[in-house]
T-cell receptor, first 110, second 112 residues
Framework: SQTIHQWPATLVQPVGSPLSLECTVE??????LYWYRQAAGRGLQLLFY??????ISSEVPQNLSASRPQDWQFILSSKKLLLSDSGFYLC?????????FGPGTRLTVT | QKEVEQDPGPLSVPEGAIVSLNCTYS??????FMWYRQYSRKGPELLMY????GNKEDGRFTAQVDKSSKYISLFIRDSQPSDSATYLC????????????FGPGTRLSVLP
């Protein structure tokens, strides 16, 4: 069966600090991978998606970037965090047209 | 007009009630429809997945799709306090789901 992991589960970072969130998927090959952000009381905002190693599409211009160094690994990064980057970050993978989410990382930028 | 609209809630019902959660959409290209349940501080969990118009039943849950009206619903029978969560509708036009569109979610509380 397929499993998706995210870490860390929670993170508190000061403004201007770097960020690295990691997502890994087990039990499937060549999945489509996604990063979403969910702000408090708001819907899911698609940030990036990837259809393969090194192939990243950005949906929203911002100070975040994503990389996919391995088929099963998706990384969300920032060089300098902003207060507005606070939120709940979700990684997801899709099989055909079904999408499955990880447990999420709650990021608070102070 | 937003691409997907969802009853905003919050919705409070007594235990045992039938719950109806609804979404409307504007893009007739959507072919795949999903409902997710999200507990507080957790990732969304895929609850129901449907492709065609009509009903799909899974235990106490029924997903209904009306493509002609661009309207989807999720019915929960005999609601339980454990059903208290935010419910998100989602849809995709296909092409292996490179673009999923989500509703903002409806927060449901089932009171014992």
């Amino acid at each position: 069966s397929q499993t998706i992991h995210q870490w860390p589960a929670t993170l508190v970072q000061p403004v201007g600090s770097p960020l690295s969130l990691e997502c890994t998927v087990e039990g499937t090959s060549n999945p489509n991978l996604y990063w979403y952000r969910q702000a408090a009381g708001r819907g899911l905002q698609l940030l990036f998606y990837s259809v393969g190693i090194g192939q990243i599409s950005s949906e929203v211009p911002q100070n975040l970037s994503a990389s996919r160094p391995q088929d099963w690994q998706f990384i969300l990064s920032s060089k300098k965090l902003l207060l507005s980057d606070s939120g709940f970050y979700l990684c997801a993978w899709s099989f055909r047209d079904e999408q499955y989410f990880g447990p999420g990382t709650r990021l608070t930028v102070t | 007009q937003k691409e997907v609209e969802q009853d905003p809630g919050p919705l409070s019902v007594p235990e045992g009630a039938i719950v109806s959660l609804n979404c409307t959409y504007s893009n007739s290209a959507f072919q795949y429809f999903m409902w997710y349940r999200q507990y507080s501080r957790k990732g969304p969990e895929l609850l129901m997945y449907t492709y065609s118009s009509g009903n799909k039943e899974d235990g106490r849950f029924t997903a209904q799709v009306d493509k002609s009206s661009k309207y989807i619903s999720l019915f929960i029978r005999d609601s339980q306090p454990s059903d208290s969560a935010t419910y998100l509708c989602a849809m995709s036009a296909g092409n292996y789901g490179q673009n999923f569109v989500f509703g903002p979610g409806t927060r449901l509380s089932v009171l014992p």
